[in-house]
């Protein structure tokens, strides 16, 4: 069964920097690409970045291109998503995704 637990959202100030963790749990988490997406209140799911099985490539919704870096440890069966340059805009509960499978999303606020 796939379980997918994220971590380290929290409170930031624009232009501050976060690390989001999501480790995976119940399938062979080399064989498959992942991804984050974010939802802030009242929208609908946005996709934020990819990462393909081996982490050999990556890619970025435009909003946050150059500002976000979506990595993996196929060792420990851990997807990251370090987060620069924050802005307000970037507010929203995160979620790490295999497939349609996500887990309980971590919120990440960015506020002054």
């Known amino acids: 069964q796939v379980r997918l637990v994220e971590s380290g959202g929290g409170l ?3 232009g501050g920097s976060l690390r989001l963790s999501c480790a995976a ?3 062979t988490f080399t064989g498959y690409a992942m991804m984050w997406a974010r ?13 393909t099985s081996g982490g050999a490539t990556q890619y970025y ?3 946050v291109k150059g500002r976000f870096t979506i990595t993996r440890d196929n060792m420990k069966n851990i997807v990251y998503l ?3 340059s924050l ?3 970037d507010t929203a509960m995160y979620y ?5 499978s996500r887990g309980q999303g971590t ?5 002054s």
Do not use: H, Y
């Open 107 to 111: 919120q990440v606020t960015v506020s």
């Open 39 to 51: 939802q802030r209140p009242g929208e609908g799911l946005e996709w934020v970045a990819g990462i």
């Open 61 to 63: 919704a435009d909003s």
């Open 82 to 84: 370090q987060m620069n």
């Open 96 to 100: 790490c995704l295999k497939d349609a």
């Open 25 to 27: 749990f119940g399938f």
């Open 12 to 14: 930031v100030q624009p």
């Open 87 to 89: 802005k307000t805009e």
